[in-house]
């Protein structure tokens, strides 16, 4: 009984001390995405403070207008490689689209500065080494972007009731800007006929006709009648 009373008393004793130290843990845990969220606002202030100074070098001349440039151009650049980082890495992220964007879009907007900054400085050498040397970069966030869009959900763009928002002349756009960056084979024919007849199959697959909303068998089976009357006159004599 003695033995039994001690084992009774350790398990207690344990299983308050992980729900203490779990509600630390939960309390650091918010305490460190507070910090986290800090930390953005200063970087994303910082960049409104590079973008006044580029936009006040543009007017100025000598000195000032070299040191206004140089400044924004420095500011941007670690600006610029913490945001991308955050686009890029998994743990921030955890493959939500909305975040991928967010990060992506402030990266590019310190990049925009940074390169700004050189043209304003008539460095145009520079502009083109620092444009190669990011491309990498570029690439993985384009990449990122779009095997989590249009890479995998062409059918759902392409759905009768996306008709006014997504186009296949758009999709096909799309694809052709992703080939650029290397995210679609370089040898990959992008026309809107080669989007089509890739994805037609999921497009008219029976599990995904079951998911959308029934107007969709009375477009195609208008669109088939056209068909039919269409190809009837095509073959009379």
């Known amino acids: 009984m003695i033995t039994l009373g001690f084992s009774g008393i350790s398990v207690a004793l344990v299983a308050s001390q992980f729900i203490v130290l779990n509600r630390r843990l939960n309390r650091i845990e918010t ?7 800090k930390i953005d606002q200063t970087i994303e202030a910082d960049l409104t403070t ?5 936009r006040s070098a ?20 670690t600006a610029g490689a913490y945001f991308l980082n955050q686009a890029l890495d998994p743990a921030i992220h955890e493959s939500n689209l909305a975040v ?37 970069n570029l690439k993985a966030v384009v990449s990122q972007v779009f095997k989590q869009t249009s890479a995998d959900d062409v059918e759902w763009y392409l759905a009768p009731e996306l008709q006014d928002e ?5 999709i096909s756009d799309l694809f052709e800007q992703a080939k ?8 990959a024919k992008m026309t809107q006929a080669d989007v089509f007849e890739t994805n037609r199959k999921g497009i008219y697959s029976s599990g995904y006709l079951r998911t959308v909303s029934p107007k969709f068998h009375s477009f195609r089976k208008a ?11 095509n073959h009379k004599p």
């Open 31 to 37: 305490e460190v995405k507070k910090l986290g969220h």
């Open 50 to 54: 590079e973008l006044s100074l580029m």
């Open 58 to 77: 543009e007017p100025s001349s000598g000195n000032k207008r070299d040191n206004d440039y140089n400044k924004a151009r420095e500011k941007a650049l």
């Open 100 to 136: 991928v964007r967010l990060y992506s879009g402030k990266y590019f907007s310190a990049l925009s500065i940074e390169i700004g900054s050189l043209l304003g400085l008539e460095e145009t050498k520079e502009v083109t080494d620092r444009l190669n040397i990011e491309l990498p």
């Open 166 to 170: 997504a186009s296949l002349q758009s």
């Open 180 to 187: 650029k960056f290397e995210c679609v084979p370089n040898d």
């Open 223 to 233: 669109a088939a009648q056209k068909l039919q009357i269409a190809q009837a006159k």
